[in-house]
């Protein structure tokens, strides 16, 4: 099973900034099969990015994926209010599909 | 638009069968080619994949819920369904069905249903 770790569990920004989101997985994810969703307080979580970097619909230009390997990345380039949230990724390489324990993005 | 709904007891006791039921409206599972995966999330924690089933029987369970799971689909009522056996506290979660497309990412979810299992 590929155990997927994000780190800080929490980060502080203010509006406007750029975030940036690790997520590393204890082996390669195949073919980059990696995907970052948002969810906010009584919420049902959302798809933000699949194959790595590849934008779901609808979702805002400002929200980018980066990555291969082991270690991947999701970038916000100006935090909005509405941002503000839980993100965890998740590896479709290898079953088990698993997910990150989430990173909690607050407001400083 | 694909649309999905969990139904299902909200209360379970220890050791009994948790059966939850997901409801696709707005589109056939058949004309889809759709994988529905299971997914839960424990209050204040993260998620956690339970199995994913293909309208047609194929099954993937998680390999740490596999000898309590079942799942199953009723094509005639646009339906897929969810057993998790001998139930604990530490089933206690909100879950979720979701499209699992091409078994990759989960790209429509439903509201998510609360379970929790107490006597």
């Known amino acids: 099973e590929i155990v997927l770790t994000q780190s800080p569990g929490t980060l502080s920004f203010s509006r406007g900034e750029r975030a940036t989101l690790s997520c590393r997985a204890s082996q390669t994810v195949n073919n980059n099969y990696f995907a970052w969703y948002q969810q906010k307080p009584g919420q049902t979580p959302r798809l933000l990015i699949y194959a790595a970097s590849t934008r779901a619909t609808g979702i805002p230009d400002r929200f980018g994926g980066s990555g291969s390997g082991t270690d991947f990345t999701l970038t916000i380039s100006r935090l909005e209010p509405e941002d503000f949230a839980v993100y965890y990724c998740?590896?479709?390489?290898?079953?088990?599909?698993?997910f990150g324990q989430g990173t909690k993005v607050e407001i400083k | 638009q694909l649309q999905l709904q969990e139904s299902g007891p909200g209360l379970v006791k220890p050791s009994e069968t948790l059966s939850l039921t997901c409801t696709v409206s707005g589109g056939s599972i058949i004309s889809s080619s759709y994988y529905c995966g299971w997914i839960r999330q424990p209050p204040g924690k993260g998620l956690e994949w339970i199995g994913s089933m293909y309208y047609g029987g194929s099954t993937y369970y998680n390999p740490s819920l596999k000898s309590r799971l079942t799942m199953s689909a009723d094509t005639s009522k646009n339906q897929f369904s969810l057993k998790l056996s001998s139930v604990t506290a530490a089933d206690t979660a909100v879950y979720y069905c979701?499209?699992?497309?091409?078994?990759?990412?989960?790209?429509?979810w439903g509201r998510g249903t609360l379970v929790t299992v107490s006597s």
């Open positions: 979701a499209r699992h497309y091409n078994l990759w990412y989960f790209d429509l």
């Open positions: 998740q590896q479709y390489g290898s079953s088990p599909w698993t």
